[in-house]
């Protein structure tokens, strides 16, 4: 994954002069955002801004690339614990960061599974997988994996399911174990399910079974864009949360 987000990032880097120049920011932003941050990409555009260039990966991934120096003007995660320990490191812009979004959790499944499950406690998990695995994003890294195992947790179902995950690199590709068929079901973001025609939701996680879903934005300390302190601005204006209400994100 370390690798192929490397190749990523150097691929936007080398395409980004041309556009740098008219500045064009280049933000690096949790993969759960892709449909509403393209939207928000297309409208900016559309008032006659250079369109920003989207980088979308884990946000344990793309913190890491901010530390390794990768020349990057936003950062957005899908947790405060990665940008927190960016801001930590010098390397948000003062005054920048802010709260962008919220999300929900939710139980997922292939289209048309007639699997009558939702979220409780002590709820039959493991049984229902059968002889299948649980597909979520890496609990040990990926913010969508850690609220996943925290919710599973609360509700005493944990222990049952640890020893049975497909763990993903990030949570669109925890989406498309359950979508392709790969996994019965999955742990992950409301917004994502909207997105995949392939899979429909069992249930919501209480809000009480996990810390609050959040997504923080900041300013990257080395910015050189000068559109990225507006195209912050932008997502945090009116039509901005517009968009990511219409992809189905709630206030922070």
Known sequence: MFRRL????????????????????????????????????????????????????????????????????????????????????????????????GNRLVLIAAAGSRLALRPAPGFALARALGSGRLAVADPDAVPAGIYARQALTSLGVWPQVAGRLARAENVRAALALVARGAAPLGVVYATDARAEPRVTVLGTFPATSHPPITYPLAVLARATSPDAEPFRRFLLSGEGQALLARRGFVRP
């Open 6 to 101: 490397v190749l990523l990032l150097l691929a936007l880097i080398c395409a980004v002069p041309s556009q740098a120049a008219a500045g064009a920011p280049l933000v690096l932003a949790a993969a759960s955002l892709q449909e509403a941050l393209s939207d928000a990409a297309d409208a900016w555009a559309g008032h006659g801004h250079p369109r920003p260039v989207l980088a979308f990966a884990a946000s344990s991934a793309l913190a890491r690339q901010v530390e390794a120096g990768a020349p990057a003007d936003l950062f957005i995660s899908a947790d405060r614990e990665w940008i927190d320990r960016l801001a930590t490191r010098g390397l948000l812009r003062p005054g920048t960061r802010a709260d962008l979004a």
